[in-house]
């Protein structure tokens, strides 16, 4: 079984490489087409913004629901996109929201537990891709790679710490076209390729006599959309965008959990999956 995710793995990231070295050579012929950035792209934009997500999590076994979390969280997001002249577009986003969240699950023995969780999550991405350009409408693939940082803290006595690592490469195109004189609107869609995860539990917050395991989880993939509107105000631009984000991991290798140095049980990580949705404000200059 290892053996066939390792080789499945292998063709998907061939198959994301490839991806990027065609994007690449059609920014080289095009960019023969297209100078200068079209009038909807700015050749350098900075957003900052205000995010609201609502994130659902929950695991699962045998069909099965193990626990869940849900609720709200407030942060920001911060984004730089370059439009150079030979039609590449960059882009480097990074986003932290922070809040709590209601825990309904169970004990790693079993016994029910109901919680508030004190939670942030990170995120950083890297974006290279190209833009094609007709009359009043632009559309841009792009690749690169992102990083996402939960930290989950479960309260209570029984309660602990778990920070979970996602990499993975996103896969997407975007779309920007006019809405009237001063607005544009346009849409994201993009699939995110998964290439692994890590989750260290805190056990030893329950008692210093445990240890704290950590798994590595190997398969999964995500997803995400959003349409999004930029209305023109001088030399800045106000800007709305409502997401979601799905996140579908499967279950993790194992760990063992030691008490006082000695083995005293088994831990994984469940399949999950992690639903967000949510809206951004922001201004961009």
């Known amino acids: 079984m290892r053996r066939v995710r390792l080789f499945s793995r292998v063709k998907l990231g061939k198959v994301a490489v490839s991806l990027q070295v065609l994007l690449l050579a059609a920014s080289g012929i095009c960019c023969k087409v ?3 950035a079209p009038p909807l792209l700015a050749e350098s934009t900075w957003e900052i913004g205000f995010e ?3 994130l659902e999590y929950d695991e699962h076994e045998w069909g099965r629901k193990l626990m869940e979390e849900d609720g709200p969280l407030f942060g920001i997001g911060a984004a730089w996109t370059g439009h150079p002249p030979s039609g590449l577009m960059l882009r480097v986003a990074t986003g932290f929201v922070g809040g709590e969240l209601d825990y309904d699950g169970q004990t790693q023995s079993g016994v029910p537990l109901r919680e508030n969780n004190n939670d942030f999550i990170w995120r950083l991405r890297g974006l290279i891709g190209y833009h094609y350009e007709w009359p009043d409408f632009v559309l841009t693939p792009y690749t690169g790679i992102g990083y996402r940082y939960w ?3 479960i309260g209570g006595p029984a309660g602990y710490e778990r920070e979970v690592q996602y990499w993975y490469t996103p896969i997407g195109i975007e779309t920007a076209a006019p809405l009237g004189d001063e607005w544009i609107w346009g849409i994201r869609g993009e699939y995110d390729l998964f290439w692994g995860g890590r989750v260290k539990s805190h056990f030893s917050d329950v008692t210093g006599a445990l240890n704290n395991p950590t798994v590595d989880q190997d398969d999964g993939y995500g997803a995400r959309g959003a349409v999004y509107v930029k209305r ?3 030399d800045v631009s106000l800007g709305l965008e409502a997401f979601i984000r799905y996140w579908d991991i499967d279950r993790s290798d194992r760990d063992a959990v030691t008490l006082y140095g000695m ?8 399949k999950n999956k992690t639903t967000v949705t949510g809206f951004q404000i922001s201004l961009l200059f």
């Open 232 to 234: 023109r105000l001088g």
């Open 263 to 270: 083995p005293y049980a088994v831990s994984w990580e469940p």
């Open 151 to 153: 930290n989950d803290d």
């Open 34 to 36: 297209h100078g200068d």
């Open 52 to 54: 609201y997500d609502y």
